[in-house]
């Protein structure tokens, strides 16, 4: 009879760790910044019916990234669990607290079972109130840990670098625009520059590859979420350069001496006197 192989809790826990950050980081990042009228959510998400941004509740948003089904399930949970809570108490007894703290529940419970893999997401759960001081944005890992954030917050992918983008720019109370403008330039940091130097450098997100929502405490309705279509990207953006550098331009463009050479031969043509035609 063989012996089964021992391994330490703590190496246990490390290896679930280790297990699911690498799943996070291959994800893209996702941006939660704090504007004047509410709470900003980008992403770079190409998928038009796959979202990492969604509405919960009437003031409460919802975003996620890593495994796609498994954040989704947890999306789908926190909607029901509000809408009970709604209809057997007050719906202002739903709050982005309580949801934040079931997450984190699920997300521990998870982790550390033995019986299957850690869930390889991480949460960000907002809540905006009548006034910019009153709003909440949680920020709830892999293994359930819950962290308050304020002005900006950034998980997946190269979340250091858009980060430390964040850091340098964030400016309070700004307007839609300019916390859009900041949010996207910020996922248009790349964590390396393509010469192996460690180096950074910038790209621009096509529109059509941006998703964008915001919790806007403005809005009449009783439901704050909105969703920002590409038109109007578009036009809160405005001119951002090219999206992709135009490499073949200069190779299709001809060189300027053959282009003089050529300008002069059709000068010639067009001077030389016409011949007779043959009889």
Known sequence: MSMPFYVSPEQLMKDRADFARKGIARGRSVVAVQYADGVLFASENPSQALHKVS???????FAAVGRYNEFE??????????????YAYDRRDVTGRGLANAYAQTLGTIFSSGGEKPYEVELFVAEIGDQAADDQVYRLTYQGQVTDEHQYAVMGGADEVVA???????????????????AVAALGRAPDDGKGNGGTSDRVIPVSDLEVAVLDRTRVQP?????????????????RGPESPSAGAEATEPPAESTAESTAERTAERTAPQSPPDA
């Open 73 to 86: 399930n947890l999306r789908i949970a926190g909607v029901r669990l509000a809408d009970m809570r709604g």
């Open 55 to 61: 509405e919960i509740y009437d003031r409460i948003a």
């Open 164 to 182: 430390a983008y964040l850091a340098e720019h964030y400016q309070e109370n700004a307007p839609l625009s300019d916390a859009l403008h900041l």
């Open 223 to 239: 439901r704050k979420f909105l969703r920002i279509m590409p038109a109007r990207l578009d036009a809160l953006l405005g001119d």
